[in-house]
């Protein structure tokens, strides 16, 4: 997890990579609405997580969302 400031405002972004097809994704999503996981994401690093991605566009993904954990909170 990183943590990044944007006027004065702090982030917590979560920065992951997965692969489809042969083909490797890096994305970043920013995880500040969802403190739960954002506690959960600084612990995790270089471990494996689940990702949920649009097959129609594999390069379109979420690692957490307000239901939907794939870094193993809640």
């Known amino acids: 997890m990183v943590e990044a400031e944007t006027a004065g405002v702090r982030?917590?972004?979560v920065v992951y990579s997965y692969e489809v097809a042969g083909v490797t994704y890096e994305a970043v999503?920013?995880?500040t609405a969802l403190p739960e996981?954002?506690?959960v994401a600084q612990f995790l690093s270089g471990r494996t997580a689940s990702v949920k991605y649009d097959p129609k566009r594999p390069g379109n993904s979420i690692i957490?969302?307000?239901?939907?954990?794939g870094?193993?909170?809640r």
């Open 71 to 73: 870094l193993g909170a």
């Open 11 to 13: 982030s917590s972004l």
């Open 37 to 39: 996981f954002a506690a």
């Open 64 to 69: 957490a969302c307000e239901e939907w954990s």
């Open 29 to 31: 999503q920013d995880v």
